[in-house]
């Protein structure tokens, strides 16, 4: 016969509140008797018991303290630390999530030059529905690889064109998501590893500008940085942004992998005078950023956004976008087609993509996971005869080289990774990222957290995060074969039958 333990919460709450003034009065007496130190333990226990009798008896906000008092006080405290004892003490090593403790782990360790090599076997489960790569009987020497290049705006025969010569971007993330910290680390790090990284969309760059690297200015729907009082765009103030030497290129923002289809928001107690001058908006009221570019209707109308922001800027500029609908994708395609307008990139963002904030429904259950959507995209692009018009930027939990390989296969030219560059900072995926309260001092404005994030220090680590990355990928290409990432295609992946690219792919 089986037998359930069960614990009466009734009785023990009945124990709980007899014992509390019980032990108050044998601390008393001891107190009396044998030490005056007794009483201590007397005060403490009359508390405790005035707040028992407060629980259960004169509030009546939460139903559990007013049934159990005192006894579920434990509860909540066990439950607040919930996160923390899982991740340090019961959840394997590839369990957690978004990010196991594995995928993180060789994340810091490329970060530090710390060799990542494994024992024993894979830890992945081997089913039925994992991607592999394809591997070639005669692997390519990698002395012999084609050095990687890839220049954005060539197809438009532009002046002002941008070459990057690591497949690496780090993703938009806005000073406002970022504590300036992080901010400047993630850029002094670029400019280290020689890498492009997006300002995200928090206006005005000051402090991503700081440090010389190369960056991608990121137009949202808000128009931050750049926008008329009535939200529309300032080209003057554009302008004066795609002059600067270092910002690169400029990326018009149509939705989030987390978030596509919402816009976000911007209380007003979060918006400081810094950050109301860098946004260019009022400090007197909640800023809501769009859904959308107020310019962009339809399809005719984004492509002539497009096309405008590309007159105005002079550089490269592309989209980045989370695919709801492959058919809606296509349309815009044959719309760019029709008028003969590109952007000099698409960035497909999954929406396994993360954020600073956004409500629960959108990041678990909006837009297209990115592996079927980067097929998608690179299939519609090459059905319509125009993939050889513009790159293919590809983001979305793409933190380490063997799921950035799989990217490579369906079609991405260059990653983008906004949290695997978080965790190169030392990220501990503390998933405390809209509460300015980071332990890690990566996503708070809070000095004293800010204080434990050395820039210098950090910056070295997003340096051997990129190299180290680069190193793996490098062998991977010579392991397929290929001369580069550019010769990487769908044929390189081994899709078992029962699979559509999307199911059960894993993370590293
Ligand atoms: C803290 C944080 C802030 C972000 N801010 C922006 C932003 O300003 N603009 C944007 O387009 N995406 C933003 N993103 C999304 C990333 O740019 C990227 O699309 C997404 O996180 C990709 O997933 P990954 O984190 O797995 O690389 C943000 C993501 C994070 C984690």
Redesign the pocket.
Known sequence: MKSKISIDLHKLSRFVNLFLPILAIIFFLAGLKLSFYYHFLTVSFLFATALNVFYLYLQNGHALLRNFGLLAQGRYMLESVGPELRQYLYASDTEEK?FNRLERAEVYRKSQNIDSASSFGSLHTFDATELKIRHSLFPTPTSELTPYSLTFGEERGIENTHTIRKPYII????YG??GKNAVRALARGAKLADITM?T???GYPKYHLMEGCDLIF?L?TAKFGVRNKDGTLNEEKLKEIADKPTIKMIEI?LS???KPGKGGLLPKEKISDEIAELRGVSKEHDVVSPAFHSECKDYTSLTQFIKRVQNIANIPVGI?LCIGDLAQFENMIQEFKKQDIFPDWITI??S?????AAPRAFIDRVGMPLLPALKGANDALNEAGVRNRLKLLA?????GPGRQMLAFCLGADAI?????F?LSLGCIQAIQ?GSNACPVGI?THDPKLEHGLDISIKAARVRNYVNNLKHDIDELVAATGCQSINDLSFKHLYVPADSSISPHVPNN
């Not at 993703?171 to 806005?174: D, K």
């Not at 396994?352 to 600073?356: A, F, K, L, P, V």
């Not at 983001?395 to 933190?399: A, H, Q, Y």
Request: hydrophobic share 25%; net charge positive; glycine share 26%.
């Open positions: 978004p993703s938009a993330m806005s998501a970022l997006n995200g969309e928090g990121q949202g923002k989030q992998g987390a980045k963002d999954g396994e993509g993360g954020t600073g983001s979305g939990k793409l933190i983008c990774s906004a949290r695997g978080m990222c996503t």
